[in-house]
């Protein structure tokens, strides 16, 4: 009988074998959704989308960053629900490929954008490569962190909790205002996510269910990849 339905134990509390089996499902899932991320978002910048999406984010002002922040939190609760409380694993696994999707979404206009202004060779061997290199070290060296250490990192929870409200109602009032959060304001949110990253790689470690293996990809893939928007842009920065 498959251990994640009938032995739904906490993985910390989980015999080393279904330990293991749900850390493989789990960084299995994450690698396919990374990947499933960057097939979608080539396709979505070699179509006529890319313009669209483009020109909705960048050509309404304040409108469009509302719109965008409104749509993903909408799209990120329903795959969470989703993920985390399907009946099913298809469902579950519905919930995790919505959210994949609309982050390709999301990240097609910030890389257009990026493509039109420095062009497609200096943006993607001087931008976007390293920017995603640096996603892939230091989200293994969090997540290292985390599995190679005893260290509790569930003091954090409340850096996570607080933290998002204030770069949410932070990132509101830059755009209400019209200001540019500038280059501080980038790294302040890349330090953040690596935050997010510790707590939550410590979270699936410790605290979910050896049945959750798709919402603990999910959250996993959601810091990875909130951590290389924020990446691509200190390196657009230093382009400019």
């Known amino acids: 009988m498959n251990s994640y339905t009938s032995n739904p134990f906490t993985v910390a509390a989980a015999s080393p074998a279904d330990r293991a089996s749900f850390y493989r499902r789990t960084y299995g899932l994450v690698a396919a959704s990374c990947a499933a991320f960057g097939l979608i ?32 939190w909408a799209i990120s609760m329903f795959a969470n629900r989703l993920a985390f409380g399907g009946a099913s694993q298809s469902t579950q696994l519905a919930g995790l490929g919505l959210y994949v999707v ?12 990026c493509l039109a202004i420095f062009g497609p060779e200096i943006a993607l061997s001087e931008i976007v490569a390293p920017a995603a290199l640096s996603t892939l070290l230091l989200a293994g060296g969090l997540t290292a962190t985390v599995f190679m250490t005893r260290t509790d990192f569930s003091f954090l929870h409340a850096v996570v909790s607080v933290g998002f409200f204030v770069a949410l109602a932070a990132i509101l009032v830059f755009a209400l205002a019209g200001i540019n959060p500038g280059t501080w304001f980038v790294v302040a949110m890349v330090g953040f996510m690596a935050a997010v990253i510790l707590y939550y790689t410590w979270a ?27 990446l691509l842009q200190l390196f657009m920065s230093r382009r400019e």
């Open 41 to 72: 978002l080539s396709g979505l910048l070699a179509s006529p989308l890319a313009d669209v999406l483009t020109a909705l984010l960048f050509g309404n002002g304040m409108v469009g960053w509302l719109l965008v922040l409104g749509a993903l």
């Open 204 to 230: 699936v470690k410790t605290q979910f269910r050896t049945d959750q293996h798709v919402g603990a990809a999910l959250v996993i893939f959601a810091g990875i990849a909130t951590l290389f928007w924020y």
């Open 102 to 113: 609309a982050e390709a979404v999301i990240f097609t206009p910030l890389l257009n954008v």
